[in-house]
């Protein structure tokens, strides 16, 4: 039997899905495909709509090595197991002759751990373990999520949080989930037969394709211990995203709550003496970090440098007496141990790298206020050091060894893929030289034709945004759009405090177009009513601008307030455009500039979703038309009709909405 070619089995996995086929699918399929079968890299932007899924998955199947896909966000992840691979492997089953299997596989403290939920959890203030079910009063909400916990238990196949629905909050996930610190060991844990984690490696031993998600793959490069299965083909979806979640990893945290549940933790464990000079060190620090003005740390103040040097030794002979201490009155004590040597061992690793002072580190103090809801957090004061880039390690552990292929959406920034490459580690495209990566970029274009279904308006006549500043002619503006398009509008803003005085304002001022509010809601609820009534607006921030997927007629009319440039108090921001500067370079363009260009391709690329949507994308920021870097961040987005003419934009509007109104 002849080798089936590439387009045949595209062929066959877009009719399996109930797709079409598209040329860009088609482009990126074979350059995939080339990349995979000489070993280089490839960065390649496909356009919403192009059906890059398949495009990446129907080659790296062919190739028949294994394969690590990693994404982003869930959503994706779930596209990929629960739809996309299930119908694409068997529509080449035929074809190849063979099933391929495939695997999902997350971080530990993504499934639910047999030992804690059985065991109880090792409580802070007494010895032993408590039964978490029995202490949260039910009628809580903590209570009724523990309840729905246990009974969940009884039925997950995988133990998987995400395939618990609806959720629960994240201070109800911790009390029956550990961080890979925290586990004992298959071999040592009294569950570690039925474990849910370990039965996920298992599978993803077993798998052709592994669908995983960035931050385990930034710990798989980061930690040197590998987590995920040996490949030869790595394929990072929603790409440019991979920068800021492997930071996300690669930042460490010490906050006065973190230290002090350390000491309680260790304190039962150890002999007297460790447990007073821990908890003394944790005194110390905590009367620092109530005084420290928030900022970043270029120099580490000497007060605070006794403190965390206190806190360092102190955790390394609690570490060390912990190991040397038995105490079989102590129930469950592995469990309790292990999770206290966790603990004391985050504070010294982190307290130890911000003494180190490496030049590549920047670190920072920050106040928080409280947080409520799944992402619960107490307010408070915390001291983070991140790596000033990420560069130099993807360059040295992603492309290295394998071939790695890049995609998503918005990877050319400002007319090039030199932007991106740079922040992954990459050379400029051609550049030659031994252990530089080779790689090339390609753009296969988008099914849309933007220049016919959307407009992209600048507010030219706005006054410039002030920093925190009122601007009363931005809402004007804004008022007048919200009415032309008759409602159907995403708001995106640069900061929380913007979207809400916006909010407060326009509903005010017409109330006849409800107003959504991030954080009134959950995202997914506020996403489903935005999307049910085409009169309602949605305002939000930063999630807004990458994850609303709403087509058709509810969404016509997309709203930037302003440049959505860091501020310029952000820490690492300002420390890594000051290094570029440093080093010869514009901080302004390699940093603001691309950090600006990356969310406003996101944010734009909300407007059109299919190939009926029409629209138009407004920036309320006169910057846009008249600064220099104006045409960097224009040549970023999508190739829409332009305009500064607000009036026929406003008519635009009027009419997309008249002819909406009558397909209803």
């Not at 190849?96 to 804690?116: D, T």
């Not at 925190?468 to 007048?480: K, N, S, V």
Request: charged share 25%; net charge negative.
């Amino acid at each position: 039997m002849t080798k089936p070619s590439l387009p045949e089995l595209l062929h066959a996995a877009v009719t399996a899905v109930g797709g079409t086929e598209r040329p860009g699918q088609v482009t990126m399929a074979q350059a995939v495909a080339d990349a995979i079968d000489d070993g280089s890299h490839l960065l390649v932007q496909a356009g919403t709509g192009t059906g890059k899924s398949l495009g990446y998955l129907v080659p790296a199947l062919a190739h028949g090595e294994p394969v690590v896909v990693a994404t982003a966000t869930l959503a994706l992840q779930r596209q990929l197991v629960e739809r996309d691979l299930p119908r694409t492997v068997e529509a080449l089953h035929p074809l190849l002759r063979r099933r391929p299997e495939f695997a999902m596989l997350k971080g530990r403290s993504n499934y639910l751990c047999l030992h804690r939920l059985h065991e109880g959890m090792p409580q802070d203030e007494e010895e032993g373990l408590f039964d978490q079910f029995e202490a949260a009063a039910p009628t809580s909400r903590l209570g009724q999520d523990l309840l729905r916990l246990r009974d969940w238990s009884d039925e997950t196949e995988t133990g998987d949080r995400d395939d618990l629905t609806p959720g629960v909050s994240d201070r109800a996930w911790a009390q029956i989930s550990v961080s890979s610190r925290e586990c004992l060991g298959a071999s040592k844990c009294a569950y570690g037969a039925e474990c849910f984690a370990e039965a996920a490696r298992e599978r993803a031993k077993l798998a052709e394709v592994v669908v995983t998600n960035h931050a385990l793959l930034a710990i798989d490069a980061i930690e040197g211990a590998p987590v995920l299965p040996q490949h030869e083909v790595l394929i990072v979806d929603e790409a440019h995203e991979l920068v800021s979640r492997v930071t996300g990893v690669a930042t460490g945290e010490l906050t006065p709550g973190q230290v002090n549940r350390a000491v309680r933790r260790a304190a039962k464990l150890v002999n007297e003496k460790a447990a007073d000079q821990l908890q003394t060190a944790a005194e110390g620090f905590e009367r620092l970090m109530e005084l420290a003005l928030p900022g970043r740390l270029e120099e580490i103040p000497e007060d605070l440098g006794y403190a965390l040097a206190a806190l360092r030794d102190a955790s390394r002979t609690v570490i060390s007496a912990i190991g040397g201490t038995r105490d079989k009155s102590v129930q469950d004590e592995d469990a309790v141990r292990k999770q206290a040597l966790a603990s004391v061992e985050s504070v010294h690793d982190v307290a130890e790298r911000i003494m180190q002072g490496s030049e590549w580190d920047v670190v920072w103090y920050e106040r928080h206020e409280p947080r409520g809801g799944s992402a619960y957090r107490p307010a408070g004061a915390s001291l983070r050091v991140a790596p000033m880039s990420v560069s130099g390690l993807l360059r040295e552990k992603l492309f290295t060894d394998r071939s790695v292929i890049l995609t998503s959406a918005t990877l050319k920034l400002g007319g090039d893929f030199n932007g991106v490459g740079a922040s992954l580690g990459l050379a400029p495209e051609g550049t030659e030289g031994e252990d530089v990566p080779q790689w090339k970029g390609v753009d296969v274009g988008s099914p849309f034709d933007y220049r016919k279904q959307g407009i992209l308006y600048v507010a030219k006549h706005l006054s410039r945004p002030a920093r925190d500043g009122d601007r009363a002619d931005m809402l004007d503006e804004l008022t007048e759009l919200i009415r032309a398009a008759g409602g159907r509008t995403l708001g995106l803003f640069s900061s929380m405090r913007g979207a809400q005085l916006a909010a407060e304002e326009l509903r005010t001022r017409i109330p006849e177009f409800p107003i959504l509010l991030q954080g009134e809601e959950t995202l997914g609820e506020l996403i489903k009513n935005f999307a049910a009534d085409p009169a309602t607006c949605l305002f939000g921030t930063l999630s807004l601008w990458q994850g609303v997927d709403v087509p058709g007629p509810s969404c016509q009319l997309v709203v930037m307030d302003k440049i959505p440039f860091p501020r310029p108090d952000d820490p690492l921001m300002s420390a890594r455009q000051k290094a570029v500067e440093e080093a010869g370079g514009n901080g302004f363009m390699a940093v603001a500039a691309t950090h600006a260009a990356l969310l406003m391709a996101q944010g734009a690329g909300r407007l059109v979703r299919a190939t009926g949507d029409r629209g138009v994308v407004a920036v309320l920021d006169p910057r846009l038309a008249t600064a220099r870097y104006g045409s960097y961040l224009k040549a970023s987005l999508p190739d829409f009709w332009y305009t500064v003419d607000g009036g026929q934009v406003r008519r635009s509007l009027t009419a997309i909405d008249a002819a909406a109104k009558q397909a209803e």
